[in-house]
T-cell receptor, first 114, second 112 residues
Framework: DAGVIQSPRHEVTEMGQEVTLRCKPI?????LFWYRQTMMRGLELLIY????????DSGMPEDRFSAKMPNASFSTLKIQPSEPRDSAVYFC????????????FGQGTRLTVV | GENVEQHPSTLSVQEGDSAVIKCTYS??????FPWYKQELGKGPQLIID?????GEKKDQRIAVTLNKTAKHFSLHITETQPEDSAVYFC???????????FGKGTSLLVTP
């Protein structure tokens, strides 16, 4: 398996623009997580899906952030409108049995909002 | 919610020496404690984990210990090698929530 695949690897956008990050989890995994990593706050869970259903989105910063998982092999994280403080590395991870098992992380998307 | 504290934030050791990273957690219901290694430009990767019914676990040069009474757990790396240089994260999971709560990370540098 190729692992968790994220795209794009790097994204530079202007403030106010819409940004869409994409993730393909490992085939057969039923749990998917979106994390944000910054120097100040470390790794923060944004949202957790189980069997394509959002279970916990309490980490989503505000209404500008939204996430979808239309099927078991694809998820998106959208920021609209983007702001400079959204600049971070966004990771997608998947696991086979929920939170308390090994999570496999993608390579991440480095987002810069100018 | 769960709060995970990790120390030190940076650690420099000579090749062949041991490295120890310590974490504390706040939620006594926490029952799963993984450690992740993150190399530059990559996502975190699980290196070892421990559950609350076990006090210690070893895998070759790495080991993790858990003290449930004191609510702390530690990562031990013996015979360190330059390729061990990376950022290490501890994490804790409690059934009272859905999130895996991560520590802020330890940047380990192993010098030849």
């Amino acid at each position: 398996d190729a692992g968790v695949i994220q795209s794009p690897r790097h994204e530079v956008t202007e403030m106010g623009q819409e940004v869409t990050l994409r993730c393909k989890p490992i085939s057969g995994h039923n749990s998917l997580f979106w994390y944000r990593q910054t120097m100040m706050r470390g790794l923060e869970l944004l949202i957790y899906f189980n069997n394509n259903v959002p279970i916990d989105d309490s980490g989503m910063p505000e209404d500008r952030f939204s996430a979808k998982m239309p099927n078991a092999s694809f998820s998106t994280l959208k920021i609209q409108p983007s702001e400079p403080r959204d600049s971070a590395v966004y990771f997608c991870a998947s696991s086979s049995q929920g939170v308390a098992t090994e999570a496999f992380f993608g390579q991440g998307t480095r987002l810069t909002v100018v | 919610g769960e709060n995970v504290e990790q120390h030190p934030s940076t650690l420099s050791v000579q090749e062949g020496d041991s490295a120890v990273i310590k974490c504390t957690y706040s939620d006594s219901a926490s029952n799963y404690f993984p450690w992740y290694k993150q190399e530059l430009g990559k996502g975190p990767q699980l290196i070892i984990d421990i559950r609350s019914n076990v006090g210690e676990k070893k895998d070759q040069r790495i080991a993790v210990t858990l003290n449930k009474t004191a609510k702390h757990f530690s990562l031990h790396i013996t015979e360190t090698q330059p390729e061990d240089s990376a950022v290490y994260f501890c994490a804790a999971y409690s059934n009272s929530g859905y999130a895996l709560n991560f520590g802020k990370g330890t940047s380990l540098l192993v010098t030849p």
